[in-house]
Every structure is written in structure tokens, then in C-alpha cells.
């Protein structure tokens, strides 16, 4: 293509100013063009709205076009939105594609004109079946939405397919939403993935990010990292702060890209301008463990609280957690019975447990067992051993509880037994041998107290020995009571140690 010369330009403009002085459309409307784009003269609306509307009265559709488009937009004139309506129909009822979108558009938001939604898909529709793709994409979400007809999935689909295959980016996305999620049309990943695909190649940065979702998912492909992180940086460079987060854990865990703490450092901050909230917690768990970055308490506060105010439930309990315990901050119980409630409340576990341990011992709150119980209730219920164990001794009566509920009790401890915790393993071990409700289980609390002993536990090593002692569960055994006692001894336990020097002084079990 040859470019033409300043000379020739000039030479083109000046016939064009004739033409248009004598009359002529065709040079009306391209002096119109001159002046509104500034080719060849000063940009100059006012002048370009003159010499579109002489053509405009000769029935231009072009100009029709652009004086709808100035009178819209108040270039060169006040806006008019009613002039606007009257020269984009002008020109839509000659076929002009652009100007039919403009008038549907008019049309469906009542600009210049009562609003009218059949008249706007009436006109889109025209527009759609000349191929301009975005009126296609609104016919789209005309149909989904149901509006002046309707509600028509299918059609929503066919006309986003021929919008996206026109290169219409949010109609490929939307298609890629609309194939991962099955709505409107039959679910397939794959399928969604070609579209995002096509989105995520014009630089659509949520499309960008449902592509990494699904290489690291295996929706629709193989699983693969590195493709993901790919996605995900192109996200992130569009400045997507989810992304962000999930390619700052990515450096950080050496998962489809070399580790580099610096680079997850920097993605996670650039999340967190975002106000991510993920990206503020993840910040705040590195300092706290002081992993990849020196330890700070203090900064590991700042960013738990940060995500603790968007309301995201594990940064409110680590909050929570160190409001309690003075770590980073100063101590304040009341504050953390705040922050830990609104944890709790949403069903973190650890936080349901706090609540029960504060309830219990009165601490930022007055003392009641009862919702003490209720609290270690709901953790225990989620799996929480330890919960299942505090609330086991509540029951028992040993911890304080309020209404003592043997059978309850040891349903509880039992949980939390199998679950490998020591201290239930003991304590359940001791109901069974002292059941008032039922006969003693010598043989099962005889396991539980080895499982227990078999860990340091110093009380289950001592109460193991008496019962080689007496021979209660097992055969009775001196040198097994003695090794018990002794290794209960070892753990500190003064009870195995005053039967130890009993034992020596009255010669029980012979020499030795």
C-alpha cells in the first residue's frame, strides 16, 4: 500500500473541501471525517458535526451515523439524546449495522426514547445477522437474561459462538463459562478451555486466570503446572490479584516453576494491593513461621489483620490467637474473644475450641461452663481430638462440667483415643476400670493404658504396673510391675518412685 505524501494529502483534502462546498455528500461526509479525526486540518467537532449533517440530510447513512454518534456523546454539540435516537434509526433503517447496534442500545437503557426492550432486540438482532459481533454479544445476554422475550440459552449460545468466532473476546469467555459450568449448554471442559483459551490470547486476564485454574485442576487437559504458571503470570501481569496469589504459591512451593522465594515475596505483595485476602493471610504465615523471610511477629499480626477485617476465618483465628497470647501485640482477651467468635462462628475448628477454653476459664469473658460445652461441642463434633477430649473429662465430671454424663463421656474420650491422643487414652482407660454404671472392661483398659504408656505417658506407666500388680486385666507379673514402675519413675511420676523405694526397703519382689 502506498502512503500518500503531504502534498498528496493536502491535494485530496482540497478537492474534498470543493466537493463539499458544492454540494456533494460523498465530500460532505469526508470533511465531516477530516475534521473529526483531525486528518489534514485541526480536530474541530463543531465543524465536523456541520458537515456530517448536510450529508445526513441527503440521506448519508454514514453521516447519519456519526451526528447520532456526536449528538450521544455531546462531541461538538450538547448532548442530545433524542437527536441521537433520530439520526441512528435514520441511518439503521438503510442497513447501517453500527447504528442499528447504537439504536438498540438507545433503545434498552430508554436514552433519547421511552425504553423499549423489544424495539432494542429487534434492532440487535439486525445488527447481529449483518455479522457485528457485539451486537451478537448483547442479542447473547439479552436471551440469558430474558428481557423483551424469553429466557433462550440456546440462543444465548449461538449468538455468543458467533460473536467469539468473530473474535468477540468477553462472548469467548463467556462461552468458556458457560461450557465449564453446563449452563445453557452440555458441560465440557475441553470445550470451555478452547474458549478461554481464545479470550486468554486477547489479553482477557480472567480468562487468563480460568486457564491456569484449569491446567492446575486437569479440567478439560492434562494437569500441568507449568502451563498453569504460564497462565498465571500472564494474569498477574494484567494485574489480577488472584492470580497474583495463586503464582506468588507457586515460587514459593517450587510447583510448576523454580522455587524463588523473592518472586512469591513480590506476587503475593502485588495480590495484596489488591487487598487480596488469601495473599494478605499467606504473608502473614510466613512471618509467623519466619519461612522464607526472617521471623516477625509483628508483621505476621499486621497482615493477619489485615485479612482478618475481609472477614477471611483462619487469618481471624491467627489473629485471635495472638491477641490472646501477646504475640506481636500486646495481650488483650476481649479483643481476641472478638476476632475468635467471628472464626467459631464460621466453622473454624481450632477457633470453636478457643472459644470453649475461654468460656471454660473465664478469660475476655465470664466463666459458663455450659456454653464452655456447647462450643467444645461443635469442634469436637468437626473432629477437633482435642475438643473430644476436654469435652470427655466435662462430661466425666472431672473437668468441671456442669451435668456429668458417663455414657456421653466416654463416646467422646473413645474418639479421641482412636484418634491417638495419650492424655484420652488414660483417662478413658481409668472409666473403664471404675465404671459404676456397668462392669469394668479390664482387657480394653488394659490397651488403652499401654497405648498410652507406650508414648511417656508417666500416669499410665504407674497405673499399668499395679495392674501386673494385682493381676487386674492381665497375669499377674512382678517383673512387669517393676518395669512399669520404673519406666513410669523415669517420667517423673513421684507415686511409681515412693513405691519403687516401698518396694526396695520391704524386699517385695526378692533382691535386685
Aim: contains cysteine; charged residues 20%; aromatic residues 10%.
Amino acid at each position: 500500500m502506498t502512503i500518500p505524501s503531504v502534498e498528496e494529502e493536502q491535494g485530496i483534502l482540497n478537492k474534498t473541501q470543493r466537493a463539499a462546498e458544492r454540494g456533494e455528500v460523498w465530500g460532505q461526509f469526508n470533511l465531516g471525517l477530516a475534521y473529526y479525526y483531525g486528518r489534514g486540518v485541526a480536530e474541530d467537532f463543531a465543524t465536523a458535526v456541520h458537515w456530517f449533517g448536510l450529508a445526513a440530510a441527503r440521506e448519508d447513512a454514514d453521516a447519519q451515523f456519526y451526528l447520532a454518534f456526536m449528538n450521544a456523546y455531546g462531541q461538538g454539540v450538547a448532548r442530545n439524546y433524542a437527536e441521537a435516537v433520530k439520526w441512528f434509526r435514520h441511518a439503521a433503517e438503510q442497513g447501517h449495522t453500527e447504528a442499528q447496534y447504537h439504536l438498540a442500545y438507545l433503545y434498552l437503557h430508554g436514552l433519547g426514547a421511552a425504553k423499549d426492550e423489544v424495539d432494542a432486540l429487534k434492532w440487535f438482532r439486525r445488527s447481529a445477522e449483518q455479522g457485528f459481533a457485539e451486537a451478537q454479544y448483547q442479542l447473547a445476554l439479552l436471551y440469558q437474561a430474558g428481557l423483551g422475550t424469553t429466557r433462550d440459552r440456546n440462543e444465548a449460545s449461538r449468538w455468543l459462538q458467533q460473536a467469539a468466532q468473530r473474535g468477540h473476546t468477553e462472548a469467548a469467555y463467556r462461552l468458556g463459562e458457560m461450557f465449564l459450568s453446563g449452563q445453557g449448554v452440555s458441560r465440557n471442559a475441553g470445550e470451555a478451555l478452547a474458549w478461554f483459551r481464545q479470550a486468554g490470547t486477547a489479553g482477557h486476564t480472567q480468562a487468563q486466570l480460568q486457564l491456569g485454574l484449569m491446567y492446575v485442576a486437569g479440567q478439560g487437559t492434562v494437569s500441568n503446572a507449568t502451563e498453569a504458571a504460564n497462565w498465571f503470570t500472564r494474569a498477574s501481569e494484567r494485574g489480577n490479584a488472584e492470580a497474583s496469589y495463586r503464582l506468588g504459591m507457586m515460587y514459593l512451593n517450587g510447583n510448576g516453576v523454580e522455587e524463588d522465594p523473592r518472586l512469591a515475596l513480590h506476587w503475593l505483595q502485588a495480590a495484596t494491593l489488591s487487598g487480596h485476602a488469601g495473599a494478605q493471610y499467606e504473608l502473614g504465615a510466613l512471618y509467623a513461621a519466619g519461612h522464607k523471610v526472617t521471623k516477625n511477629e509483628q508483621e505476621a499480626v499486621k497482615w493477619f489483620g489485615l485479612a482478618a477485617e475481609q472477614a477471611l476465618p483462619s487469618a481471624q483465628y491467627e489473629l485471635g490467637v495472638r491477641l490472646l497470647e501477646g504475640q506481636g501485640v500486646n495481650a488483650d482477651p476481649i479483643a481476641a474473644v472478638r476476632w475468635l467468635h467471628q472464626a467459631a462462628s464460621q466453622g473454624i475448628t481450632d477457633a470453636q475450641y478457643q472459644m470453649g477454653r475461654l468460656y471454660h476459664h473465664g478469660r475476655g469473658v465470664v466463666q459458663d461452663l455450659r456454653e464452655a460445652q456447647e462450643w467444645y461441642q461443635k469442634a469436637a463434633s468437626a473432629d477437633h481430638v482435642e475438643s473430644q477430649y476436654v469435652l470427655g473429662l466435662l462430661l466425666a465430671g472431672s473437668g468441671g462440667g456442669t451435668v456429668a454424663d458417663p455414657t456421653q463421656a466416654m463416646s467422646w474420650l473413645y474418639k479421641a483415643a482412636t484418634a491417638g491422643h495419650v492424655h484420652a487414652q488414660y483417662e478413658l482407660a481409668m472409666l473403664l476400670l471404675n465404671n459404676a454404671t456397668a462392669a469394668p472392661d479390664d482387657n480394653e483398659a488394659v490397651r488403652l493404658l499401654r497405648c498410652a504408656a507406650d508414648h511417656d505417658h508417666a500416669a499410665a506407666r504407674y497405673r499399668l504396673g499395679l495392674m501386673y500388680l494385682t493381676g487386674r486385666g492381665v497375669i499377674q507379673n512382678n517383673l512387669e510391675c517393676r518395669r512399669w514402675m520404673e519406666r513410669s519413675a523415669e517420667c517423673g511420676d513421684q507415686r511409681a518412685r515412693e513405691f519403687l523405694r516401698l518396694v526396695q526397703s520391704e524386699g517385695w519382689f526378692g533382691p535386685g
